[in-house]
């Protein structure tokens, strides 16, 4: 059976790299590489603060994976990665 992990990410087409997401998280998550603030899964505790700090909604963002993306590769995204994007309202653990 393959496990399948719902993963929090910041979207990249709707993201204006104001860093206020990094300012609000506490736990340090959050990671500039190149003007991209993306998510370090192994320090995210799921708060929500950085989701209340976004101005458009995009770290309310949601992948489902197999594997999870590191930083570094969430850095590299044009767009949320295909097949699933999953809302705040759609997430299931
Ligand atoms: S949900 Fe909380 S712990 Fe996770 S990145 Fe956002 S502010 Fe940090
Ligand atoms: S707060 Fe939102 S728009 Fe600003 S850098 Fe973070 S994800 Fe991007």
């Not at 910041?10 to 736990?27: H, V």
């Not at 700090?53 to 590299?76: I, K, L, M, N």
Request: charged share 20%; with cysteine; hydrophobic share 30%.
């Amino acid at each position: 059976m393959r496990i399948r992990k719902v993963q929090h990410v910041t979207d990249p087409s709707t993201c204006i790299s104001c860093g206020a997401c990094e300012l609000a998280c506490s736990l340090l998550a959050i990671q500039n590489i190149g003007g991209r603030f993306c998510i370090d899964d192994d320090q995210c505790k799921g708060c929500g603060l950085c989701i209340s700090a976004c101005p458009t909604g995009a770290a309310d963002s949601y992948v489902s994976t197999e594997h999870v993306f590191s930083p570094f590769q969430q850095a590299e995204w044009q767009s949320l990665p295909d097949p699933v994007r999953l809302s705040g309202e759609e997430r299931v653990e």
